[in-house]
């Protein structure tokens, strides 16, 4: 059983959708979201990443910064860029990208089923990444960060949402830089919305967390804190809904900035321990599980993980856990990859040519190329009570922060 709930969004008037709409607070560094939101007062980066309108070399977990993003939410409030529903709502998002269209369905989560494990996870949290949000949440008073939640399609969901979507015009439907579409419903008929809340709490049905442990994490550990003055909206966190025949998971690859000490042909020795070796003249995309490219010295290679290499458990038959118990681990003595500062993680969305310029320039020594996990894989991981390791998915289209934003008081 999942419980959701309508609430009333925070969103921008219609003609400033395309403006306020921005990339997730967590995909672009303070440098790269001050020149995003250039020339733009509208931009939501200046509540999510609110450090570009403080001087340079702020510390961006200070508490100015959260009380910036406080002074310009309500400064967007203020000038009438956004506007609070009059009524709980639900709301249907559909991104196109390339010609693939993804639809959910906007609505708020219970803090009591992620807390109880109903709202399933496959990734561990980093505190100091959860204490972000949580002051950021807590200043505002707003969830602005959506958590992205899969779900196994429910047929009488998927019939409701195409016939709101045919029948009805969407408040929101603009393009915005990076080629995506956006088109936002607003579902305001009780009976409507009475059903989807019915639907959703059949006993069978779960949802798991595909993008987004952080925020969900933070939203949780800001509701605990309130226990003693908790607010009725709290109680729930902002969430979108996909069915999973619709999601689409893209490679997440790894870039490590030496080889620990060896020379490229020892480096290449040990390789040849775990894995078949073999040249290639272009760039490797693995088509296949336990078939992974590598970048080292100019050139690609194609690495095949030899038989008995990987176990075939839900965890253990993972590339990215054959790459790090053969590889990352035992020869490059990278042990936990959530901590070291010698490997960095490069979504697929940036390709394999960010591969190449990353050790092309000297800043990474070697690069790998993973093959996707499968919305299955991480079903059943989350369905086993264990979780992946760290960096293993990564979801495009992304859902747009400030297109509806949750306050929570």
């Not at 939501?44 to 406080?70: C, N, R």
């Not at 990474?364 to 093959?371: D, E, I, K």
Request: proline residues 6%; negative net charge.
């Amino acid at each position: 059983m999942a419980i959701i709930a309508p609430f009333k969004a925070l969103r921008p008037q219609a003609q400033y959708a395309r403006q306020v709409a921005s990339k997730p607070y967590d995909v672009l560094n303070s440098k790269e979201a001050k020149v995003e939101a250039q020339g733009n007062p509208n931009s939501f980066l200046h509540v999510t990443k609110s450090e570009i309108d403080l001087p340079e070399g702020t510390d961006i977990h200070s508490a100015e910064v959260y009380a910036k993003a406080k002074e310009n939410l309500y400064a967007f409030l203020q000038r009438e860029v956004v506007f609070q529903e009059a009524k709980p709502c639900y709301y249907i998002y559909q991104l196109v990208m390339n010609g693939r269209s993804q639809t959910g369905l906007v609505c708020v989560s219970s803090i009591q089923d992620y807390t109880t494990g109903q709202i399933k996870k496959h990734e561990l949290t980093r505190p100091e990444k959860e204490l972000d949000r949580i002051n950021h949440i807590k200043t505002t008073g707003a969830q602005t960060g959506n958590v992205f939640l899969a779900y196994r399609d429910i047929p009488a969901v998927s019939h409701l949402v195409g016939k709101w979507i045919s029948e009805k015009t969407p408040v929101y439907d603009f393009e915005a830089d990076d080629q995506v579409r956006h088109t936002v419903w607003v579902i305001n008929d009780e009976p409507v919305i009475a059903q989807i809340t019915a639907l959703f709490g059949q006993p069978s049905i779960c949802t798991y967390i595909a993008d987004g442990h952080h925020r969900a994490a933070s939203a949780a550990k800001v509701r605990s804190e309130l226990s003693t003055t908790p607010t009725e909206a709290s109680a729930y966190f902002l969430t979108t809904l996909f069915p999973s025949s619709q999601l689409h998971i893209m490679d997440y690859n790894r870039v490590v900035k030496d080889l620990n000490g060896l020379s490229e042909a020892a480096f290449l020795e040990r390789l040849g321990e775990s894995f078949t070796i073999t040249p290639s003249t272009s760039a490797v995309a693995p088509g296949f599980l336990h078939e992974f490219g590598m970048y080292l010295g100019g050139k690609w290679y194609t690495l095949q993980a030899k038989p008995g290499t990987y176990k075939n458990d839900p965890i253990g038959v993972l590339d990215v856990t054959v790459l790090q118990e053969r590889l990352l681990a035992p020869i490059l003595g990278i042990d936990d990859p959530r901590t070291n500062t010698r490997i960095d993680f490069v979504g697929g969305i940036r390709g394999l040519g960010e591969l190449e310029s990353r050790v092309n320039s000297g800043e990474m020594a070697v690069a790998f190329s993973l093959h996707p996990v499968t919305i299955e894989q991480l079903f059943d991981i989350a369905d086993s009570g264990q979780v992946m390791p760290p960096k293993s998915t990564w979801f495009e289209p992304k859902l747009r922060d400030g297109l509806l934003t949750h306050l929570i008081y």
